[in-house]
């Protein structure tokens, strides 16, 4: 199993501004996804994030949107830009391991 | 379009009755997993099923996978109030590279 500490675990913004979302693993993993959940909604998978390349977007996510860090392999970051209302969401992280995900407590977004 | 279908959309029962989710998917997967979110906060694994499987259990849960169908089924036996939560199936696609899809989830409510 992994334990992922995800920061902030909620916030309030203004319309323009962006917000840098992290996740810090305890253990060493490849692969790290970044979700998005948009109120009463599923989730829907915005990047995959591998340690050492460039993130992988998913249709309709953006890098100049939603840009990815993974500097290592026990943390990544997803900044979310520009923000407007239509951005409040949870957003999460989550990892693979033994084929299942694990993911953090999230961080919900409301943009006014 | 989303992948998995769930239904009921939402579903109220009382403390001890049993609770029944179903599932259907669109394409081939390698598998499909179930994960139950409290509050809108991070998902927790509950099961994974792959695809030569018909059944499993764990606990008070029981999965079925009937991929000539494309659905699967959870049954909560003998619900108590903190099964209260959404659940969401996921699969896992054929050649989809580790990455799952979720499905539109079920609110499930039990009541004392």
């Known amino acids: 199993s992994a334990v992922i500490s995800q920061k902030p675990s909620r916030d309030i913004c203004q319309r323009g501004t962006s917000l840098t979302i992290q996740c810090q693993v305890d253990?060493?993993?490849?692969?790290m996804f970044w979700y998005r959940q948009q109120p009463g909604q599923s989730l829907t998978l915005i990047a995959t994030?591998?340690?050492?390349?460039?993130?992988?977007?998913e249709s309709g996510f953006v890098i100049d949107k939603f840009p990815i860090s993974r500097p290592n392999l026990t943390f990544s970051t997803l900044t979310v830009s520009n923000m407007s209302p239509e951005d409040s969401s949870i957003y999460l992280c989550?990892?693979?391991?033994?084929?299942?995900?694990?993911f953090g407590s999230g961080t919900q977004l409301s943009v006014l | 379009s989303q992948q998995g279908e769930e239904d009921p959309q939402a579903l109220s029962i009382q403390e001890g009755e049993n609770a029944t989710m179903n599932c259907s998917y669109k394409?081939?997967?390698?598998?499909l997993q179930w994960y139950r979110q409290n509050s809108g906060r991070g998902l927790v694994h509950l099961i994974l099923?792959?695809?030569?499987?018909r059944e499993k259990h764990s606990g008070r849960l029981r999965v079925t996978l009937d991929t000539s169908k494309k659905s699967s089924s959870l049954l909560i036996t003998a619900s108590r109030a903190a099964d209260t939560a959404s659940y969401f199936c996921?699969?896992?696609?054929?050649?989809?590279?580790?990455?799952?899809?979720f499905g539109t989830g079920t609110q499930l409510k039990v009541e004392l």
């Open positions: 989550s990892v693979l391991g033994s084929g299942k995900l694990f």
């Open positions: 253990s060493q993993v490849t692969m």
């Open positions: 994030a591998n340690q050492g390349s460039e993130a992988t977007y």
């Open positions: 394409t081939s997967i390698n598998n």
């Open positions: 099923i792959r695809s030569n499987e």
């Open positions: 996921a699969t896992e696609l054929t050649g989809g590279g580790n990455k799952l899809t």
